[in-house]
């Protein structure tokens, strides 16, 4: 199951972020995919307020992964593969130790995708005809997510399902 919806700004793309983010829970996995400047920091400003955090947002492009605190000491782990280049590379960082405890939000996750067994994946796409309109593609791998498929179709309007 996929559900899909166009975003016209970064504005919408945060929105759309915060709306669904209360469908997650500690010990989540979440892939963003899309070319560069295509919003996927923008998305994770977004998710991070809809669980409750007040902590600046900023691309771990560099330092690789970011902790943001949220409510009821929920926290959000960002992190960016964008310059990590090997599965061994990643392993080493020791980040996945902490993904029982946190919802984690990987930039650039799909690179990798192969060794995560259920996440849920963001798709985000350039719209050609307008230059602020992203594509945006929500969908599964695994039974864990089907429910929050669910609830996010609940959510969200203007979803189409493919
Ligand atoms: N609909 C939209 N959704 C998100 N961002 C948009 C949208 N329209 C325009 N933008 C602009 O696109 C850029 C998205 O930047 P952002 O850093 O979130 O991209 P990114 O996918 O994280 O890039 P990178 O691959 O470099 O990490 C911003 O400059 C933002 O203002
Ligand atoms: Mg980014």
Redesign the pocket.
């Known amino acids: 199951m996929k559900l899909r919806t166009i975003?016209?700004?970064?504005h919408?793309?945060k929105h759309i972020a915060q709306t669904i983010a209360s469908c997650f829970n500690l010990g989540d996995l979440i892939l963003l995919d899309?070319?560069?400047?295509?919003?996927?920091?923008?998305?994770v400003k977004g998710f991070a307020e809809g669980i409750g955090s007040a902590d600046p947002v900023t691309?771990p492009?560099f330092s690789l992964a970011n902790f943001y605190s949220a409510r009821n000491g929920m926290e959000l782990l960002h992190i960016?593969l964008?310059r990590v280049e090997s599965v061994d590379e990643f392993n080493d960082l020791g980040l996945t130790d902490f993904f029982p405890q946190t919802i984690t939000v990987i930039?650039?996750g799909m690179k990798f995708a192969g060794i995560f067994d259920d996440y849920f994946s963001v798709s985000?796409a350039y719209c050609s005809d307008k230059?602020?309109?992203?594509e945006i593609t929500l969908s599964c791998t695994g039974e864990k997510h089907i429910a929050t498929m669910n609830s996010i179709a609940q959510k969200l309007p203007n979803l189409i399902s493919c």
């Open positions: 975003s016209k700004s970064e919408e793309t899309g070319d560069l400047g295509t919003g996927k920091t923008y998305f691309s492009t960016d964008y930039e650039w985000l230059k602020d309109a992203r």
